[in-house]
């Protein structure tokens, strides 16, 4: 376990940074990554909390709170992964995810999943190098793949919502919350976080 931690932490800063788009993750200051407080215990997160690699789940640090979210996510290394939404109640440590009723994922087998139920199932499945876009807007999840839609949303998600990426079998995955590579959909912008009045 322990080599296969070491090689996999290797791999994971060893893998290439953004390449482009809208912006790299030097020129971002952005307040949402990945949380080290809601993560897997095998989990590794590197590159100031965008890359995630190892075993297990990691939410972001802050809900989606407005209307019409995007973020998006780069598949760096293939293995087995997923990203979508989960609650806080979710279990991180236990891969793949949606396999219960806190999560909403699309896999790396090209399947949306919710409560161990396949609700759509790609054409096209994601592959190493492939960006993934999600929108929310507290009525549906859609995904996109290379900016372009896959015409698979799911309804139904209710609660407080955050962006969730999984990984196993030496999968790496880049989450990017405001600099992206391609235009959000109309209407969509990255995930604010909400200012407390006080």
Same mark, same amino acid.
């Given at each position: 376990m322990a080599d296969c931690m070491r090689s996999c932490f290797r791999r994971c800063l060893d893998t290439p940074n953004?390449?482009?788009?809208?912006?790299?993750?030097?020129?971002?200051?952005?307040l949402i990554i990945l949380d080290t407080k809601h993560m897997g215990q095998d989990v590794v997160l590197v590159k100031n909390g965008h890359r995630i690699c190892g075993s297990g789940g990691a939410l972001a640090n802050y809900p989606v709170v407005q209307n019409k979210a995007y973020y998006e996510v780069k598949l760096q290394q293939s293995g087995v992964w997923g990203v979508g939404l989960a609650t806080r109640m979710t279990d991180l440590n236990h891969v793949p995810l949606g396999h219960d009723s806190q999560t909403w994922v699309l896999t790396s087998e090209g399947t949306i999943t919710h409560k161990g139920e396949v609700l759509h199932k790609l054409v096209e499945i994601p592959q190493e190098g492939d960006v993934l876009g999600i929108t929310y807007d507290h009525v549906e999840m859609n995904f996109y793949l290379n900016g372009n839609s896959l015409h698979s949303p799911i309804t139904g998600i209710k609660g407080e919502m955050y962006p969730v990426l999984y990984v196993d *079998?030496?999968?790496?995955? *880049?989450?990017?919350?405001?600099?992206?590579y391609h235009q959000p959909p109309q209407g969509y912008d990255r995930i604010m976080v909400e200012k407390s009045l006080l």
């Open positions: 953004f390449a482009g788009g809208y912006g790299t993750l030097e020129e971002s200051s952005d *079998d030496g999968a790496i995955l *880049d989450a990017t919350f405001n600099k992206f």
